[in-house]
């Protein structure tokens, strides 16, 4: 049998498929879409400021998560007394009306598990075991039965009951089914899921959220009996997005939950528990989360970020009154001292930086005010739980447990990687001073490479709130001079839509230039970034929304890009592809990159972003191939304020060659539209053919061409190839040796084919610390013009016509234009982009 592809592609393709499954998702028992938003927005997360809270049943006194351990804080106190210490971390407590028993999530050993605690002996005891993800439990009126999410049911997120005596649970039992929805969903599961119960106060009913009927958000309000079976109704809908966790009132007639309708920020809102009108409780640009009413029924109790990190506050029923409860004094159950790092550079001077603190327990920490992150995926044999680690502008104290600690400090890519180890004293203030070390970088006499990430989001519903001071603080830390915030809207709202402007924002520093820029939403067509915009946000920002008013799939993202260049703007395609795209077995296939690549409307391409590297790496050396110069560049898809997601800032970055002096965008994005660029997630690299720099066209002879190259390599971790590619095939592989991590070459190539040529380093496996797939860079090409030499894609035109024939197929059988004239259009444009390849594959 023939294969369709060029055998260098499915060698490419081959190797990405081992790389994936090194580095696995947390808690990959969860079988759902999208996981970054679900793992987020909705699992518990660990931060150094609380992140749940309930109350005993004095309404005087508030047990909460913070940490990664819960605690007990009076609310005319400043002491917060630690109730748990692993060993894991412990979430989302609920207290039993005899104020005995608090009952909590906790993760460890790859699973969340529900365990009790008895306040009286402080002993603990584990409820579940079967390895699901168990969360939000919650106790009945009467302390008899729990309430809580759990996995355990297919993978999906469900509502289980079950009875509870004595710290253990038993006779439990499934309390909603399992409904299979045909709705046209795209970010949450085709199963509906119900999650967030909470108990009416007679104990007979419960309250939820489903999404059962609803295409968008985790769904409306239900109430039901508590008993399994029991027919549920929907009491209210509005779009939720995994944080709404309604509470009654003790007196059962009023409702408590986070929204964010009408607003880009949740707040408090009360409605009627029969169903009504709802109307806010709390106000602000900022979120308050995770409301519970107290049993005297004269207070909510809350987390809020309206500082940056999270915090917990009350309010008063009657007058509205806040009060933030703040845990200046803790007293811990385990001896504790203090270490002091101080990361400095060669004379002493403090660096940002980015630092991983592991004490002797196992778990993560960090400065109490700092931001906790957690990488979203990691190797299982490698370490217990994900890497945690905050950012510090150079000096930074923390309280960990007395024993071993081990730090781990790194700043971007331009320098080394250092590990220290200290031991700490119970009750003492252990120092460490991290000296970073640049790598030795080549000297290039006409060379100035500047970082940036073109895609990043400053505020996308996460547990903290970002500001432009704080994210260009992110930057800094991770040693990256330019940071593009895309602008998009997450469902209804449009997170940071007060911030676009053409111009840079006024927190840019001499070093870090945040620019905030647009993403149009369009899944169906494939989202685009639009850097540079003059003049305005492009609204709707979306198209192909089913059930909505832009249900059509007119604007193109075509359309898109020649509005976006009316405004100057430079247009790319962001985070391609997860795998190599079939024409032939895919059951969709809708992206138009192929048909944008041959009209002429892409400026660049993220090679490197939240996709596989690879599999974008084939599709665009197809498109290489026939002809359509196409730069490469670099994003993470970081949301910003998340305290689990893919990232840092920076993970993913774009280099591109500047002409020295002041940092300035202009030049940044001619520079990229040129193609004087690298894109990397570590390994930083060179390439010269034939005296031509990145970008370039160089121009031979006819015939058999020596041509000398150059190439080096630097990496923060080892890489396992480095390879020059031409025309989409493996044309030379590069020595390397010692450690992998420097490689210098100057050589020759023979060339005797037009067409282009590229370097590209990648690992076989994850390196830690580059929290992504696998590390991976390549430069953007170097084009190669040979006379009487012409390139030659009949295989590559025909995959991509082949590719258009399904858009033309699913076009036209699309129901959702709003008129003749929009389909007329988009089909007139897929078929302009087929004739484009008909002439190359002939």
């Not at 917060?80 to 906790?106: F, K, N, V």
């Not at 196992?362 to 700092?370: H, V």
């Not at 991509?800 to 004239?821: C, G, Q």
Request: proline share 6%.
């Amino acid at each position: 049998m023939t294969s369709r592809y060029p055998i260098s592609l499915l060698i490419a393709l081959a190797t990405c498929l081992p790389l994936v499954a090194q580095r696995e998702p947390v808690l990959k028992q969860i079988d759902l879409p999208h996981p970054y938003y679900y793992r987020e927005m909705y699992l518990p997360q660990l931060t150094t400021g609380p992140s749940s809270v309930a109350w005993l049943p004095d309404s005087r006194t508030l047990v909460y998560s913070m940490a990664g351990s819960l605690w007990k804080q009076k609310l005319d106190s400043f002491e917060a007394e630690q109730l748990t210490a692993g060993p894991g971390y412990d979430y989302q407590p609920d207290c039993s009306s005899d104020g005995r028993w608090i009952i909590y999530s906790s993760y460890a050993n790859d699973a969340i598990e529900l365990w009790a605690l008895n306040l009286e002996t402080r002993q603990s005891w584990q409820l579940t075991s079967g390895g699901a993800v168990n969360v939000e439990p919650r106790f009945s009126p009467d302390g008899k039965r729990i309430a809580f999410v759990s996995t355990s049911y297919y993978k999906h997120f469900h509502i289980f009951i079950a009875q509870f005596a004595n710290g253990e649970l038993t006779d439990t039992k499934r309390l909603t089914g399992e409904t299979r929805s045909d709705l046209p969903r795209y970010y949450y599961s085709e199963f509906d899921h119900e999650i967030s119960p909470a108990w009416s106060p007679d104990g007979s009913e419960i309250i939820f959220v489903s999404n059962r009927g609803h295409i968008y958000g985790t769904g409306g309000f239900w109430r039901m009996k508590a008993e399994p079976g029991a027919e549920a109704r929907e009491i209210h809908y509005e779009e939720t997005t995994w944080k709404a966790r309604p509470d009654f009132s003790p007196d059962g007639k009023r409702i408590v939950y986070a929204s964010y309708l009408g607003q880009q920020w949740h707040q408090l809102w009360a409605m009627p528990s029969a169903g009504g009108d709802p109307f806010p409780l709390s106000y602000g640009d900022f979120d308050n989360v995770s409301p519970r009413w107290s049993p005297d029924g004269a207070r909510i109790a809350f987390i809020s970020n309206r500082n940056g990190n999270t915090s917990l506050w009350t309010q008063e029923i009657s007058g509205g009154s806040q009060n933030q409860i703040i845990p200046r004094e803790r007293r811990y159950l385990r001896a504790m001292g203090r270490l002091t790092i101080q990361v400095v550079d060669s004379v002493g001077k403090f660096m940002p930086a980015r630092v991983f603190v592991t004490g002797e327990d196992g778990r993560a920490y960090a400065p109490d005010s700092a931001w906790m992150r957690a990488d979203d995926n990691f190797v299982r044999s490698e370490r217990p739980f994900e890497a945690h680690y905050f950012h510090t502008a150079g000096n930074a104290e923390i309280t960990v447990p007395a024993g071993r600690v081990d730090v781990e400090v790194m700043r971007g890519f331009e320098y080394r990687v250092e590990e220290k180890t200290i031991r700490v004293t119970a009750g003492e203030t252990a120092k460490v001073t991290v000296q970073l070390r640049p790598l030795n970088l080549p000297q290039q006499a006409h060379s100035h490479w500047v970082s940036a990430d073109v895609h990043v989001h400053m505020n996308y519903g996460g547990a903290y709130r970002d500001t432009p001071k704080h994210l260009v603080e992110q930057a800094a830390a991770e040693n990256l001079s330019i940071v593009e915030d895309l602008i998009v809207n997450k469902e209804q709202r449009v997170p940071d839509i007060a911030y676009f402007s053409p111009q840079s924002d006024p927190a840019s520093t001499a070093s870090a230039l945040l620019l905030h820029a647009q993403e149009f939403h369009t899944s169906y067509w494939g989202h685009l970034g639009l850097l540079n915009l003059s003049q305005h946000f492009l609204i709707p920002g979306y198209a192909a929304y089913p059930n909505t008013a832009a249900a059509s799939l007119y604007p193109t993202n075509a359309d898109v890009a020649d509005m976006a260049h009316q405004q100057h703007a430079v247009v790319g395609y962001v985070h391609p592809y997860d795998t190599f795209p079939d024409p032939a077995k895919d059951a969709t296939l809708t992206h138009e990159l192929p048909v944008d690549a041959a009209l002429g409307k892409v400026d660049y391409v993220e090679v490197l972003g939240f996709s596989d590297h690879k599999s974008t790496a084939a599709v665009w050396y197809r498109l290489l191939n026939c002809g359509f110069r196409l730069p490469a560049a670099a994003g993470t898809d970081a949301m910003a304020n998340f305290a689990s997601l893919r990232g840092p800032v920076g993970l993913n970055r774009v280099y591109a060659n500047v002409p020295r002096g002041l940092l300035d965008i202009q030049s940044w994005l001619s520079s990229l539209k040129q193609g004087h660029t690298f894109a990397t997630n570590g390994p930083l690299l060179g390439f010269t053919l034939g005296g031509r720099v990145l970008g370039d066209e160089l121009r031979l002879p006819a015939g058999e061409n020596k041509v000398k190259f150059t190439a080096w390599l630097r990496s923060i971790v080892p890489v396992d190839h480095l390879e020059v590619i031409c025309n989409g095939h493996l044309a030379r592989e590069l020595k390397l040796s010692g450690d992998r991590e420097t490689v210098d070459v100057d050589d020759t190539i023979s060339l005797s084919q037009s067409g282009w040529c590229l370097l590209r380093a990648w690992s076989e496996k994850a390196e830690h610390p580059v929290l992504d797939l696998y590390p991976y860079a390549t430069t953007s090409p170097i084009y190669v013009k040979v006379d009487g030499s012409a390139a030659k894609p009949a295989e590559d035109a025909a995959y991509f016509i082949a590719w258009i024939d399904r858009m033309i197929e699913d076009a036209k059988s699309n129901r959702d234009w709003n008129t003749d004239a929009e389909k007329k259009s988009v089909l007139d444009l897929l078929n302009r982009a087929r004739r484009i390849y008909f002439g190359l594959e002939n």
